[in-house]
């Protein structure tokens, strides 16, 4: 038995005797109205998700081969720390400026009744070696240190005993 026939001729029997006579082409063709409007939507919305897919794609292609775009400027400029001072100069006013000038030979005043002679006699002293030098320094810690050919300077490790040393020699 064909389960398909008997819902056929049941529905046939059911539909018989209460509906009119053309009602069953017309729930037939709303029926094929549903499929179709179901099917073209089904169609349409796979049309619309390949549409989609195709876009996607065609976007993501195109990134790949794009440069990328400049970053925009700030809208506010920073202020750079400027690393020198600007110093703007304008000549001395006359006034300012020092100059020497002789002096005419009767204008010539002296503070003392009298001239001193300053005599100044060669000789008197000898070189000392560097050892007579630092064993006259023996008990304050000193440095001869030597720059370059005839250039020597002694440096202290106290600076007072360097000031007695030269009140000594210079009287």
């Known amino acids: 038995m064909n389960h398909h026939i008997d819902q056929e001729d049941l529905l046939a ?9 053309d009602f069953r082409a017309a729930l037939l063709a709303e029926t094929l109205r549903l499929a ?3 099917r073209h939507f089904r169609r349409t919305r796979q049309a619309a998700g ?8 065609l976007v993501m ?3 790949q081969f794009t440069k990328p775009t400049a970053v925009p400027p700030p809208l506010a400029k920073a202020i750079a720390r400027q690393n020198y001072e600007l110093v703007r100069t ?17 204008g010539l005043a002296t ?8 005599a100044t006699f060669t000789g008197g002293y000898r070189l000392i070696n560097d ?11 000193a440095v001869l240190i030597r720059t370059g050919p005839g250039s020597e300077e002694l440096v202290f490790a106290n ?7 030269l009140a000594i020699l210079n009287p």
């Open 61 to 63: 292609v195109s990134r």
């Open 90 to 106: 304008r000549p001395l006013p006359p006034g300012a400026i020092v100059s020497t000038r002789s002096f005419p030979a009767t």
């Open 13 to 21: 029997e059911v539909l018989a005797e209460a509906s009119p006579p």
């Open 111 to 118: 503070t003392f009744p009298g001239v001193v002679e300053v």
């Open 159 to 165: 600076p007072e005993d360097r000031k007695k040393l």
């Open 50 to 57: 390949a549409l989609m897919a195709t876009v996607l794609l």
């Open 131 to 141: 050892d007579e030098l630092l064993a006259m320094l023996a008990d304050k810690p």
């Open 36 to 38: 179709r409007r179901r």
